[in-house]
């Protein structure tokens, strides 16, 4: 949980559901960017439970559950919604006033259990394995991004930024039948998973940059999708789109970018920010995942107990080779 330092484990009392909720044994919960961020800005409260990419096995139900099973494999959507509000009206369950979001205003799963309210669950079969509900959060945001991008078949994108997210959207870029996916990143390791999870050209940016890339006759890009968090580079993003193309950023950061406003307007281009998903998109991921048509169980490079979490989420501010790492409860 999160203290004033940073985060540590401690004991607390085991979640007891209330009538609409399940608790859920968490299998495997994934370490996210946003995590370390909050945990880095002093955005978190004393006593929080961070983890908002997990799925478990139900292990107790309240007393108004209909249609799950103590027993039952899930993914937990985190995305509590009213589905009557404004934001959630306009796909944006993340920012409903009405509905906490698991590890983020609500307890979430760096814990052995956590309590989920019955419509954020989606099965999982019994056959896949159960950390494999660990992976559907980080492809819904990819699958959100990718959705706003508008890119398909006969389209060239570029991922900026293969951390988790982006590495996440090179899959999401291959479902959609995007014809060219080009990533770009620094850290040898990351660049390598791109590459092994689809993408068919990655650039070290710290040998060339994607406008060098360009102009020695790459593919302008129909989309660009920025994972990286680097301010500075949205410039250089927009020179490298295709009039009428996209730039998504996906990252999270509290730096100001320089946006060249003449470019926009001249080339007709289009800049926005993806917020999340909404539950069809990650019913769609874990489907993805679990009918093996994304790689996300290869992202995963290091496995912790609960006991190595604290510990995992400092080193994950400088990654270096680290992809994808899960806290396993059990370990
Ligand atoms: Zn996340
Ligand atoms: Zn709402």
Redesign the pocket.
């Known amino acids: 949980m999160c203290t004033s330092s940073g985060t540590e484990v401690a004991e607390v009392p085991d979640p007891a559901p209330r009538a609409d909720e399940v608790v859920v044994e968490v299998s495997a919960c994934g370490l996210c960017g946003s995590d370390v961020h909050a945990v880095e800005r002093g955005l978190t409260t004393e006593g929080q439970i961070l983890g908002h990419e997990f799925g478990g096995t139900v292990v107790e139900t309240g007393s108004a559950v209909t249609g799950w099973r103590v027993g039952q494999p899930v993914a937990v959507d985190p995305l509590g ?5 404004a ?2 009206r306009r796909g944006l ?1 993340f920012r ?4 906490p979001n698991l590890g983020i205003t609500a307890p979430g799963g760096y814990a052995r259990f956590a309590a989920v309210p019955q419509r954020q669950l989606v099965p999982l079969p019994d056959e896949v394995p159960l950390e494999w509900g660990a992976h559907a959060e980080p492809l819904a945001v990819a699958l959100h991004a990718v959705g706003m991008a508008g890119v398909g078949p006969g389209d060239a994108a570029l991922v900026f930024g293969v951390g988790t997210i982006g590495l996440n959207v090179v899959m999401a870029l291959r479902t959609a039948g995007v014809d060219l996916v080009v990533g770009a990143g620094r850290s040898p390791g990351r660049r390598a998973a791109a590459r092994a999870v689809g993408a068919d050209v990655v650039l070290d940016t710290r040998e060339t940059s994607v406008r060098d890339h360009v102009a020695a006759g790459g593919r302008l890009f129909d989309a660009v999708l920025e994972c990286s968090a680097s301010p500075g580079a949205v410039p250089e993003l927009l020179e490298v789109l295709a009039p009428g193309g996209s730039c998504v950023e996906v990252a999270l950061s509290d730096e100001v970018a320089p946006v060249p406003l003449d470019a926009l307007v001249a080339r007709g281009l289009r800049l926005g920010g993806s917020c999340a998903f909404d539950h069809a998109e990650f019913e769609a991921a874990v489907s993805l995942v679990v009918t093996g048509r994304v790689p996300a169980q290869h992202l995963v490079s290091e496995r912790v107990g609960l006991a190595g979490t604290p510990d995992a989420l400092v080193r994950l501010r400088r990654p270096g080779d680290l992809v994808r790492v899960l806290t396993v409860p059990g370990l």
Not at 81 to 85: E, K, P, Q
Request: overall charge negative; proline content about 17%; hydrophobic content about 15%.
């Open positions: 919604s009213c589905g009557g509000c934001e959630c369950p409903c006033p009405a509905a």
